[in-house]
C-alpha cells in the first residue's frame, strides 16, 4: 500500500534522485548551448531562434501519439533510454568542438533529437508519477519535482554561466551529457514503471487513442483553461528567453555569468512559488490560488521588457522573479489538479496533449522571437514576450478552475465535466470539489512544465 508522504516511497526518491541530476545538466545545457551559437558559431537573432524552436519542435511532431505510445510501453525502459540518449547527443557537441569540426547544423541535429527524447522523458515522467504515490501525497510529489526543477535552475543555470566562463561553452556542455547518463544509470533501481502495459482494445487505430486524449482535455472547461494558461505563459517566456542571450552578450556587453545569474533569478521564484503553493491552497483553494495569484503577478512579466544597464537589470530580475514565482504555483497545483481529473489509462495521453501545447508553444515563441529580432529588433521583440506573460492569467481567471477548492478523491474512469460558475462544487465521478521546462524550455533545456 502507498504511503501517504511521498518520500516513503523508494520508487519516488529514485525518480526524484535521477531527475535531479537531470535537471542539473539539463540547466547548465540552457545557457551553454545557445551561447555556443552566439560565441563560437557567431549565430544571429534569427539562427538562436532557430535552434531553440528546433529544440522544442518534437512535441509539435510526436508529442500527441508519443503519448499513445507511453501507455503501451514499459515506462522505466522509456525514461532510462531517452536519459541515455540525450547523454550521447550533447556528448557529440563538446567532442567536436575538440576535433575542430563543429557546425551550426550538427547544434541544430543536437537539440532536434534531443528533443525527440525528451518528448518520451516528459510524457513518461508525469504519467509514472501518480502510479507511486497515494492521492493524498500527489500535491506534494508535485510541489517537491517542482521544486526540485526550480532549485535546479538556481545551481545549474548560475554554474552554466561561470563554467561558460571558465572553460567556454562548448566544454560546459560535458555537463549536459554527464547530467543524462547518471539519470539513466539511477533509474534502473526503478521499479514501479516495469511492469507490462495494459493494452488497448484489439484493432482500436493510434488515431483513435489520441483523440481521445485530445477530447479529454479540450472537452473539459477546466483543463482546456489550464492548458491555454499555460500555454501563453511558455508562449511569452520563450519570446523572452530566445532574445536575451543576444541582448545580454551582444548589445548591452554583459557576460555569461551575469545571463546564468538573470535566469535563475526565476529559478528561485520557481522554488518560492512551489514551496507556498500547498500553504496557499490549504488558506484560498486550489482554483482561487491559481486565479487570484495571476492577478496579481502576472502584470511583473512587463517588467522583463525594461532589462538594462544598472538599476534596469535588477527592475527586470525582479519581474522574471515574480514571474516565475506565479508559474511555481501554477506548476504544483495545476499538474495535480489535471493528474486527478484524469483516469489512469488516459494519462499518458492527457500529459502528451498538454505537453503538445505547451511546448509547442515554446517552439511557436522561439520562431516568432527569431523572426521579429530580426525584422523589428530585439528590444521591441522583448515588449511582445512581456506583454503575453501579463495576459496569460486570463483562461484560468475567467474559467470554473477558480471556483474549485480541493482536488478530487479519485480520479474517475471517464470524461470530468466542470461545475457551471459560480455553483458549489458537486461531489462524484467527474466533479472533483476543488500546472514544467520547467519553466521555459530552451536549447538543452527544460521547466517550466506545466
Known sequence: ???????????????????????????????????????????????????????????????????????????????????????????????AWWCGVLTLGQLYAVVLLGGCAT????????????????????????AAMVGMMAAGNVAGRGAGGGLVQLFTAPVAVVWVAVGHLASAVRLLWLREGDAPPARPPVGEPLRSRIAAGVRHVLGNAELRALALSASL????????????????????????????????????????GARCARAVAARLGHGRTLGLVGLLLAPAGLLVALVGHGPWLW?????????????GMDNVLGVSLRQRMTPEPLLGRMNATFRFLLTGALAIGAAASGLLGELVGVRPTLWVGGALLATAFLPVFLSPVRTRRELPE????????APREGSAPQRGPGTPDEEVPAGARRPGGAVREG
Open 119 to 142: 518528448v518520451f522523458a516528459d510524457v513518461t515522467a508525469q504519467s509514472v508519477l501518480p502510479r507511486l504515490v497515494a492521492r493524498d501525497g500527489l500535491v506534494q510529489a508535485n
Open 315 to 327: 527592475i527586470a530580475g525582479a519581474g522574471w522573479l515574480l514571474a516565475m514565482f506565479k508559474t
Open 1 to 95: 500500500m502507498r504511503s501517504d508522504s511521498p518520500w516513503r516511497v523508494p520508487d519516488f526518491r529514485t525518480l526524484f534522485s535521477a531527475a535531479v541530476l537531470s535537471q542539473l545538466g539539463t540547466n547548465v545545457g540552457y545557457v551553454a548551448v545557445p551561447l555556443i551559437a552566439v560565441e563560437a558559431l557567431d549565430a544571429g537573432p534569427g539562427e538562436v531562434g532557430v535552434l531553440a524552436t528546433l529544440s522544442t519542435l518534437a512535441f509539435l511532431l510526436i508529442g500527441l501519439p508519443a503519448g499513445a505510445w507511453v501507455d503501451r510501453m514499459r515506462q522505466r525502459r522509456v525514461l532510462i533510454a531517452a536519459d541515455a540518449a540525450r547523454g550521447l547527443l550533447f556528448a557529440s557537441v563538446p567532442l
Open 410 to 417: 479519485e480520479r474517475t474512469e471517464g470524461r470530468t465535466e
Open 233 to 272: 505563459t511558455n508562449l511569452g517566456s520563450q519570446v523572452l528567453n530566445t532574445m536575451m542571450p543576444v541582448l545580454f552578450v551582444r548589445e548591452l556587453g554583459l557576460s555569461a555569468g551575469v545571463l546564468g545569474i538573470y535566469w535563475a533569478a526565476g529559478g528561485v521564484g520557481l522554488l518560492v
